[in-house]
């Protein structure tokens, strides 16, 4: 949904198109594949992404695989990593594994091969040198020791704000609707605000208006609207203490508040991991899941 994302996924439609126009030539009865993307659910995505999301899911059929609130990136990423089979030669199912078949009408004539490893899987994403978790990454750059292994293919790492916009405009892409209201970078509706470097002249009392982000000139003001975790937590427990003191007051105990701390009111829950593991959902794209596309929080 962010728009590096949007960047990426027709950047990669291109590529595809372009694949499957050269298979279809050397084999007639070669199957399109529908294009394959994922998505991480978060409560706090805004309706604006997610309306993009929805409407780009249906008008470019795509194989959407979403995963539940819950799902941690590494857990999901190793879902997949793990699941990467070649499809079988109808190009529909895939292979299925006979070892743990215990159907009692499989005969040895319709049992199916073991299945194979997995493949190799690499991950478009829409990094760019200049944000935050670039690292020293390369255009190809393997996947992080504590993550599963796959590839990380960055085509526009070289990419600046400018060019990202420039090329959303010149194609007539559709993009969020948050960036004509300023928004120049998008993470998720606790974190983010609009671009203070688009903000309009003052009104008369009315609400802050804001250019929209394509008329950025300092590109370095592009996150300035994200809220760093730090002072997002530092607000929360701010308004946490406000809230507790107002209660007191109302209470007529206000001398109580200072006995208030964080070991007494605050409680952790862990989950087991095997219980963690239960808490992974991925669902193929139809017509309930069509707006989870995924959306990267951290570069949009």
């Given at each position: 949904?962010?728009?590096?994302?949007?960047?990426?996924?027709?950047?990669?439609?291109?590529v595809?198109?372009?694949?499957?126009?050269?298979?279809?030539?050397?084999d007639?009865?070669?199957?399109i594949?529908?294009?394959?993307?994922?998505?991480?659910?978060?409560?706090?995505?805004?309706p604006?992404?997610?309306?993009?999301?929805?409407?780009?899911?249906?008008?470019?059929?795509?194989?959407?695989?979403?995963?539940a609130?819950?799902?941690?990136?590494?857990?999901?990423?190793?879902?997949?990593?793990?699941?990467?089979?070649?499809?079988?030669?109808?190009?529909?199912?895939?292979?299925?594994?006979?070892?743990?078949?215990?159907?009692a009408?499989?005969?040895?004539?319709?049992?199916?091969?073991?299945l194979?490893?997995?493949?190799?899987?690499?991950?478009?994403?829409?990094?760019?040198?200049?944000?935050?978790?670039?690292?020293?990454?390369?255009?190809?750059?393997?996947?992080?020791h504590?993550?599963?292994?796959?590839?990380?293919?960055?085509?526009?790492?070289?990419?600046?704000?400018g060019?990202?916009?420039?090329f959303?405009?010149?194609?007539?892409?559709?993009?969020?609707?948050l960036?004509?209201?300023?928004?120049?970078?998008?993470?998720?509706?606790?974190?983010?605000?609009?671009?203070?470097?688009?903000?309009?002249?003052?009104?008369?009392?009315?609400?802050d208006e804001?250019?929209?982000?394509?008329?950025?000139?300092e590109?370095?003001?592009?996150r300035?609207?994200?809220?760093?975790?730090?002072?997002?937590?530092?607000?929360?427990?701010k308004?946490?203490?406000?809230?507790?003191?107002?209660i007191?007051?109302?209470?007529?105990?206000?001398?109580?508040?200072e006995?208030?701390?964080?070991?007494?009111?605050?409680?952790?829950?862990?989950l087991?991991?095997?219980?963690?593991?239960?808490?992974?959902?991925?669902?193929?794209?139809d017509?309930?899941d069509?707006?989870?596309?995924?959306?990267?929080?951290?570069?949009?």
């Open positions: 949904g962010g728009k590096d994302a949007v960047v990426i996924f027709h950047l990669m439609r291109a595809h198109a372009q694949y499957c126009s050269e298979m279809q030539k050397a007639a009865e070669f199957l594949p529908r294009p394959r993307v994922i998505y991480f659910q978060h409560p706090d995505e805004f604006e992404v997610l309306r993009l999301l929805d409407e780009t899911v249906g008008l470019f059929d795509l194989d959407m695989l979403a995963f609130e819950g799902t941690s990136f590494g857990d999901g990423l190793k879902y997949l990593v793990e699941r990467n089979i070649a499809p079988g030669k109808d190009g529909l199912s895939y292979y299925k594994n006979n070892n743990n078949n215990d159907d009408t499989t005969t040895a004539a319709t049992t199916f091969p073991p194979p490893p997995p493949h190799p899987l690499a991950f478009i994403l829409g990094t760019r040198k200049d944000d935050p978790n670039a690292g020293s990454q390369g255009v190809y750059a393997p996947s992080s504590y993550m599963p292994p796959f590839l990380r293919v960055n085509p526009i790492l070289d990419w600046t704000y060019h990202v916009w420039h959303l405009r010149y194609f007539e892409l559709p993009y969020c609707s960036y004509d209201l300023g928004y120049t970078s998008l993470g998720t509706v606790g974190d983010t605000l609009p671009c203070p470097a688009l903000k309009k002249s003052d009104g008369d009392g009315e609400e804001y250019w929209p982000a394509y008329m950025l000139r590109w370095d003001q592009e300035a609207g994200r809220i760093s975790k730090k002072k997002k937590a530092k607000e929360e427990t308004e946490k203490k406000e809230d507790s003191k107002e007191m007051e109302k209470e007529g105990d206000a001398s109580k508040l006995e208030v701390t964080m070991s007494q009111t605050s409680s952790t829950v862990s087991h991991p095997s219980e963690q593991s239960q808490t992974l959902s991925a669902t193929m794209n017509d309930e069509a707006g989870k596309l995924n959306n990267n929080t951290e570069g949009g």
